[in-house]
């Protein structure tokens, strides 16, 4: 029988130590004829990135030794950095931004000099001896120069494409003769507006006069690619989805109301891959929940594929057969390999070894919910989940409302231990798809135009509100959190509305001022379109940064930051700190040596989300069931 326990004091199986020491982020994939590699991130070595190869029988090798961290600093947020072939792979490391040569004979062999750039979203042009990649230049003074450039094997460097602010997706023609990329401008985001470009390499590997093929201004190209017979495709939104399409003289658009892109917040991301000229596998969101189909690409046929996965990250396929990420509902993500003519499934790597009590698992509840100004919006809802345990039936179990980061961003139904570490406790969560978010087509991700803090945050609490009214949580204990981004939800819910008792602020935002002044370039013009032009809109910054308005603050927060956070610097937490310390309010402060934006680190990793879990405990006033070390509150 379970123990009858309140909510929030409940024990559980799924610990810090089983999310920090027995589980891995799987990264991106890349084959080489019947090799496979990918990167998977390890908390527990320091939070390196490493390089991973399995051969064809199944024997598994760490391809970088520690303390080398595949990782690249383009955009800050990096993403694809690696690329098989030859027997081996090249890669960033991310300590000294050089490419290295790692073939599983030895130490990994640098390929390019030390200085001030990094590379990403690497590719093999193997015919003429090099690679091409994205490079960012960081040795100018001002703002780092983005470029396309051809990295010959024995370390040489020549620009092949420069003179936008951003590149990306840059794509080989399987004959050799063409490079196809996207680039785009300030101040647009890769979801706002971009340019699918086209070019042919001259004698000397050198481009000749470039054409733009789609996009513009108002038009987001997503990941171009190469059918084996040499026809380009890519995915556009013009139609108000990003939907799939095939360049040339008869072009034609796979339409259908579904979302077949993403937010291009880091290098290689993929959502479709070639079986063949006829076939390619698609992952799609429909309203927002992402399924997997074979397209026809004659026809425009597009059968359905019955599988139990809900997320297909990093879509790659060679030889017939297919690897992906894939999330389920109910266990940790895993690396797939799939063979769709044998209908055939294997798991080559699970990001977690443990087998949880199908009990004790909190499956997300899509639930649609009425916002502001008559709307609707979408989130997924997990109740307390826990095996061994049972509240009393009188009492309701506290909210925890998660804000996404981005804001241009998803929250996934797929399983996240760092949810169901809440839910196994008693805490139920409600993970917010806000207008701004993408999956539901271009429309619902312009609703934050010029509304960042406004929108997102009456989503979240109408998303609270409606989960109390329907009597599923505690309105009395409800609090919210959120990273970078989402701090910012969090912050402005907190100082603008009087909905939670309690809230956590990581990495995230409370002058959106300082932040135009003191952040990367990618992100350096994104407030123009969610706030407004900097400085004419200067009125309008001031107006939603919660630092100018901490007399609205009347609760507790607690803020957690990375030290060496080029993207949201710590200054922006701790402005915050001290203005709610001379306002007396209850407010806890944890600051990561040697950590960026986000935290990987299994100790931070650990004690983030245990300080969280004490500040809860404090704040709505129960003990939780596990040993863990209290957090400091200030004020309370």
């Given at each position: 029988m379970p123990?009858?326990?309140?909510?929030?004091?409940?024990r559980s199986e799924i610990t810090t130590d089983l999310i920090t020491q027995g589980a891995v982020s799987l990264g991106q994939v890349g084959v080489d004829d019947d090799t496979v590699y990918w990167t998977e991130l390890r908390p527990w070595e320091a939070g390196r990135t490493v390089l991973v190869r399995r051969s064809a029988d199944g024997a598994r090798a760490d391809m970088t030794p520690s303390p080398m961290n595949v990782r690249s600093r383009v955009h800050e947020y990096g993403g694809l950095c690696f690329v098989a072939g030859r027997g081996g792979a090249w890669f960033v490391n991310g300590s000294d931004n050089r490419i290295y040569r790692a073939d599983g004979t030895g130490r990994p062999v640098p390929v390019t000099r030390k200085g001030e750039v990094s590379f990403a979203d690497l590719i093999?042009?193997?015919?003429?001896?090099?690679?091409?990649?994205?490079?960012?230049?960081?040795?100018?003074?001002?703002?780092?120069?983005?470029?396309?450039?051809?990295?010959?094997?024995?370390?040489?460097?020549?620009?092949?494409?420069?003179?936008?602010?951003?590149?990306?997706?840059?794509?080989?023609?399987?004959?050799?003769?063409?490079?196809?990329?996207?680039?785009?401008?300030?101040p647009n985001m890769p979801w706002d507006g971009t340019e699918l470009k086209l070019s042919a390499f001259d004698a000397t590997g050198k481009l000749t006069d470039p054409v733009t093929i789609a996009g513009g201004m108002r038009e987001s190209i997503f990941q171009p690619g190469w059918s084996p017979g040499g026809e380009l495709y890519y995915v556009s939104d013009r139609s108000g989805y990003w939907n799939l399409y095939r360049a040339g003289t008869t072009e034609r658009h796979y339409a259908m109301e579904a979302e077949c892109g993403l937010p291009l917040w880091q290098f290689g991301m993929s959502t479709y891959?070639?079986?063949?000229?006829?076939?390619?596998?698609?992952?799609?969101?429909?309203?927002?929940?992402w399924r997997l189909?074979?397209?026809?690409?004659?026809?425009?046929?597009?059968?359905?594929?019955?599988?139990?996965?809900?997320?297909?990250?990093?879509?790659?396929?060679?030889?017939?057969?297919?690897?992906?990420?894939?999330?389920?509902?109910?266990?940790?993500?895993q690396l797939v390999e799939w063979k769709p003519a044998q209908a055939d499934w294997a798991v080559l790597r699970r990001s977690s070894e443990t087998d949880l009590d199908p009990s004790s698992i909190s499956k997300a509840q899509t639930i649609r919910f009425p916002t502001a100004d008559g709307r609707q919006a979408y989130a997924y809802f997990y109740p307390p989940a826990n095996a061994a345990f049972h509240a009393p039936d009188t009492e309701r179990p506290p909210l925890i409302v998660k804000g996404?980061?981005?804001?241009?961003?998803?929250?996934?139904?797929?399983?996240?231990?760092?949810?169901?570490?809440?839910?196994?406790?008693?805490?139920?969560?409600?993970?917010v798809n806000y207008g701004g978010s993408t999956g539901y087509g271009r429309d619902y991700r312009q609703r934050l135009d010029g509304k960042w803090g406004v929108v997102d945050v009456e989503d979240c609490v109408n998303a609270a509100r409606y989960l109390a009214d329907q009597g599923m949580v505690d309105g009395d204990r409800m609090a919210i959190t959120g990273g970078s981004a989402g701090g910012f939800t969090v912050l402005s819910a907190l100082t603008f509305h009087d909905v939670f008792k309690a809230g956590c602020s990581a990495y995230g935002i409370g002058d959106l001022e300082a932040l135009t002044r003191d952040t990367h370039k990618f992100e350096s013009r994104y407030l123009d379109r969610l706030v407004g032009e900097w400085p004419e809109h200067a009125d309008l910054y001031r107006r939603r940064?919660?630092?100018?308005?901490?007399?609205l603050l009347s609760c507790p927060v607690i803020f957690l930051q990375g030290a060496d956070d080029k993207v949201v610097p710590p200054n922006q937490a701790e402005s915050m700190v001290a203005a709610l310390k001379e306002k007396g309010l209850p407010v806890a402060y944890l600051l990561f040596d040697g950590e960026g934006h986000g935290f990987r680190r299994a100790e931070n990793v650990r004690r983030a989300l245990e300080a969280e879990l004490s500040f809860y405990a404090q704040v709505f006033g129960?003990?939780?069931?596990?040993?863990?070390?209290?957090?400091?509150?200030?004020?309370?």
């Open positions: 123990e009858i326990a309140p909510y929030g004091t409940w093999l042009d193997e015919d003429r001896e090099r690679l091409i990649a994205v490079r960012e230049d960081f040795s100018g003074t001002g703002e780092s120069s983005n470029s396309i450039v051809a990295i010959g094997f024995d370390g040489s460097v020549s620009v092949l494409a420069q003179g936008a602010d951003f590149y990306a997706f840059p794509r080989l023609s399987p004959d050799g003769a063409d490079l196809a990329w996207v680039e785009w401008r300030h891959a070639f079986l063949n000229d006829e076939q390619a596998v698609l992952a799609h969101a429909v309203d927002g929940e189909g074979i397209l026809n690409l004659d026809t425009g046929a597009l059968d359905p594929v019955a599988t139990d996965y809900v997320s297909f990250n990093g879509l790659v396929a060679h030889g017939g057969k297919v690897w992906f990420t894939g999330g389920l509902a109910d266990a940790p993500d996404h980061g981005g804001p241009t961003g998803q929250s996934s139904n797929a399983l996240a231990l760092k949810i169901q570490y809440w839910t196994s406790r008693g805490f139920a969560v409600v993970d940064s919660p630092i100018h308005h901490t007399e129960f003990t939780p069931g596990d040993g863990i070390e209290p957090v400091r509150i200030e004020n309370l």
